[in-house]
T-cell receptor, first 113, second 114 residues
Framework: QKEVEQDPGPLSVPEGAIVSLNCTYS??????FMWYRQYSRKGPELLMY????GNKEDGRFTAQVDKSSKYISLFIRDSQPSDSATYLC?????????????FGQGTRLTINP | DSGVTQTPKHLITATGQRVTLRCSPR?????VYWYQQSLDQGLQFLIQ???????AKGNILERFSAQQFPDLHSELNLSSLELGDSALYFC?????????????FGDGTRLSIL
């Protein structure tokens, strides 16, 4: 079983829809959670960074962490065609010597005008 | 633009050969990370250097090696190349050495083994 599971999609929604992207994980030591956006032929770009549980909002993006369920989500409101990309969740424990950044497989998202 | 520069963008070579990928981190960043991205394995961590010293190792093959130079740029050397080494190789950088630090990625080197 992989440490981080992410539905690869693809996911296709109409412009203006609310998008929900999700990851589950098995390592209870994970405390730092990130979402990266990757456009075709580009490197991953850090979108959201959260520590421990709770919500964090940045414009149209909301990151949610539920450590009790080992589940994280990224919500995109009022989705735009420019949001079409692959979204990768990533997480780490932050424990020196036992840490690395573990990525999900990525979800390919298309927003249709 | 992340500020991380990777060269070359594309590399085509044959099995058994050796290649060197280069990465210049963002100004002020001391950590460099190397990742391999393939369709079936996703983004896999290979190795981290911090201020010239190796800090963490991931799923890096013995045929692969890396180093970070005094000017903080890094090189990833891949030798005895096999077809399965075809992938995107990304470099990322961060200010500190912890994996909880935000990492900023370059646009990668696409390696094709024929």
């Amino acid at each position: 079983q992989k440490e981080v599971e992410q539905d690869p999609g693809p996911l296709s929604v109409p412009e203006g829809a609310i998008v929900s992207l999700n990851c589950t994980y098995s390592n209870s030591a994970f405390q730092y959670f990130m979402w990266y956006r990757q456009y075709s032929r580009k490197g991953p770009e850090l979108l959201m960074y959260t520590y421990s549980s709770g919500n964090k909002e940045d414009g149209r993006f909301t990151a949610q962490v539920d450590k009790s369920s080992k589940y994280i989500s990224l919500f995109i409101r009022d989705s735009q065609p420019s949001d079409s990309a692959t979204y990768l969740c990533a997480m780490t424990s932050g424990i020196q010597g036992a840490q690395k950044l573990v990525f999900g497989q990525g979800t390919r998202l298309t927003i249709n005008p | 633009d992340s500020g991380v520069t990777q060269t070359p963008k594309h590399l085509i070579t044959a099995t058994g050969q050796r290649v060197t990928l280069r990465c210049s981190p963002r100004s002020g960043d001391l950590s460099v990370y190397w990742y391999q991205q393939s369709l079936d394995q996703g983004l896999q961590f290979l190795i981290q250097y911090y201020n010239g010293e190796e800090r963490a190792k991931g799923n890096i093959l013995e045929r692969f090696s890396a180093q970070q130079f005094p000017d903080l740029h890094s090189e990833l050397n891949l030798s005895s190349l096999e077809l399965g080494d075809s992938a995107l190789y990304f470099c990322a950088s961060s200010v500190g050495q912890g994996f909880n630090q935000p990492q900023h990625f370059g646009d990668g080197t696409r390696l094709s083994i024929l």
